[in-house]
């Protein structure tokens, strides 16, 4: 009598968490080509144009033609409801690249036609299917004109109803880093450069090993149905690293005049050598969390870099900011630094110190905050710090994974 015995095939099921960057429209295609120069681990990335030829010479592998038979290949014309219609009839094609996908960031130029009119069609599908929606989306220069600029804001409108958080890159605000010898195309990577950081900022956390890692459910519960956001990377080196590196985090001058005031979620990652200190992390993770509502929900995740030695990198994304947007200026807490050396943790009050002379810059060409005195090290400041997963009780969305 012969036995046969099958054994059934071991199937590799990978975890982790599938995150893509979408390019929508010239300005978001030309933001994933030079993510995909800039090399990043842990996503995918797709470019999706109503303009066949910006297609063609897209560095991404993945790439949708929007509108095929609207347009002819030919572009949306600044006109959004072209970009929305082309965006319509692409859905089928659309929706075969989002399936899988836990985590989506968006990127477009507001005020034009395809990226104004897709990306809240794109964020709308992404919604559907239960997937975490990041959009990370600029505004006209002023000189383009006030019916771009109105066209942007419905743009904006729009998208904000279908994305989870939301980060506003005015290209006005590109005058603030730039100088008389910065050319166009540096002027635009520096606005690509913070889209680049932020992803990088939340990959690495659930990419690569670290000393404390994050995982999906904790970026989600950051992130998910937390509106208008923003997010910065700074570094540090010498003395008081920490601090500077965190300072400089948190004084992005490219986004949208928001403040950290109020945030109901914060993600932080801080990346060092092998010399990074436990006093040195606390620092860091103090002085942003000085600048936050007292309960906000903060989590925490830092990993070892070989590379990092003598540096510390910090990188965080604040969400759930819009109260405090909504107050008249004269209505919001100002910052009342307090100078003079003390132990390694700073804190302040709310909000941003004026540039003071020869007061260091963070590498994203911010001016820092000074540094606080700390009465005491390890005296509470804000809300509670969770580290390596969300505090208990915090709101969650259906993961969708």
Avoid: W
Avoid at 119 to 131: D, H, L, T
Wanted: proline share 6%; glycine share 12%.
């Amino acid at each position: 009598m012969t036995l046969n015995l099958t054994i059934p095939r071991q199937q590799h099921t990978d975890f982790s968490p599938r995150i893509t960057v979408v390019g929508v429209g010239g300005a978001g295609c030309n933001a994933v080509n030079n993510m995909i120069a800039m090399g990043l681990d842990g996503v995918e990335f797709l470019v999706a144009n109503t303009d066949a030829q910006a297609l063609v010479h897209s560095r991404a592998e993945r790439r949708v033609q929007l509108g095929p038979h609207l347009t002819q290949g030919l572009g949306a014309g600044a006109k959004p409801e072209i970009g929305r219609a082309a965006a319509e009839e692409a859905t089928e094609d659309l929706a075969r690249h989002l399936e899988g996908m836990h985590m989506v960031f968006i990127t477009a130029g507001m005020g034009g036609g395809t990226g104004t009119g897709a990306a809240p069609v794109i964020a709308r599908m992404a919604r559907e299917r239960g997937i975490l929606t990041v959009g990370v989306v600029t505004k006209p220069f002023d000189f383009e004109g006030p019916k771009r600029r109105r066209s942007a804001e419905v743009g904006l409108e729009d998208l904000q109803s279908y994305v989870d958080t939301l980060i506003v890159i005015p290209n006005q605000n590109l005058f603030r880093k730039a100088n008389e010898r910065t050319t166009f195309a540096e002027a635009f990577k520096m606005a690509d450069d913070v889209l680049y950081m932020g992803v990088r900022g939340v990959t690495d956390l659930m990419v690569n090993p670290g000393l404390v890692n994050l995982d999906f459910a904790d970026i989600r519960t950051v992130m998910a149905e937390m509106g208008k956001a923003m997010m910065g990377t700074g570094e540090g080196e010498g003395e008081d690293r920490a601090v500077k590196a965190a300072e400089a985090a948190i004084s992005n001058p490219l986004l949208e005049d928001t403040s950290m005031l109020g945030a109901k979620g914060v993600l932080i990652n801080i990346t060092g050598g092998y010399d990074m200190t436990l006093f040195e992390v606390d620092a860091a993770a103090n002085r942003i969390r000085s600048e936050v509502d007292e309960d906000a929900n903060i989590i925490f995740g830092s990993s070892v870099d070989e590379d990092m030695n003598g540096r510390l990198r910090v990188s965080v994304v604040a969400t759930g900011i819009d109260a405090i947007q909504e107050q008249p200026a004269a209505e919001r807490p100002k910052l009342v630094a307090m100078g003079g050396a003390g132990p390694v943790n700073a804190v302040s009050n709310t909000g941003i110190a004026p540039q003071q002379p020869n007061q260091p810059r963070g590498v994203m060409g911010a001016p820092v905050a000074p540094r606080a005195m700390m009465p005491q090290q390890g005296a509470p400041v804000g809300g509670p710090v969770r580290v390596g997963g969300p505090m208990a009780g915090a709101p969650r969305r259906p993961a969708g994974m």
